[in-house]
């Protein structure tokens, strides 16, 4: 029986690949990851990607609130949000409510909206250098995929967990 189990071990090891024998870089979300005061660190659309480049969503700097009540916040600028603005963000009820689904997407819902946005959701969990980049993932940033209603990937943001004071 011995021999029987070592060889099957064997034959498991040699048919998975060697990285996903490794540590996943990524996991999805849970409800637990999200809350707190988030910044956008990286964006960029998918190649391919049709989208309306001038959207005020689209801005170069963004923040996420995303509170345990299940209300959530969100502002994109042209210019960087100073600490107040932050603090306001904070402070200022949500528009939004949130939720993480059974699969870690992050599902959002407008008020007075009726339709209810999806992006997927994974954590980081070890420090990553993307080569096209200059900013690392870091454990604990958060990856956010819009998709389209085909499912094709949209837009990308990496979020960084920010204090209220920064």
């Known amino acids: 029986m011995g021999r029987v189990w070592i060889a099957l071990v064997l034959v498991v090891m040699l048919a998975v690949p060697v990285a996903a024998q490794e540590e996943e870089i990524t996991r999805a979300c849970r409800r637990a990851d ?12 998918a190649a391919g990607a049709t989208v309306d480049r001038a959207d005020p969503a ?5 923040r996420y609130v995303f509170n345990a009540n299940a209300t959530m916040g969100y502002v994109a600028s042209e210019v960087p949000p100073t600490p ?18 059974a699969g870690g997407r992050l599902v959002r819902h407008a008020a007075g909206a009726t339709q209810v946005d999806r992006s997927d959701c994974r954590v980081i969990t070890r420090a990553v250098k993307d080569p096209r980049s200059r900013v690392p993932g ?14 094709r990937p949209i837009a990308r943001r990496l979020l960084r967990k920010l204090q209220a004071n920064e």
Do not use: C, H, K, S
């Open 58 to 62: 689209y801005q170069p700097y963004q």
């Open 84 to 101: 107040a603005d932050n603090r306001a963000l904070l402070v200022t009820p949500a528009p939004m409510t949130w939720a993480v689904d």
């Open 138 to 151: 870091l454990p604990g940033d958060v990856l956010l995929t819009d998709r389209g209603e085909d499912e």
């Open 34 to 45: 999200l809350i707190g005061l988030w910044r956008v660190i990286r964006f960029g659309f």
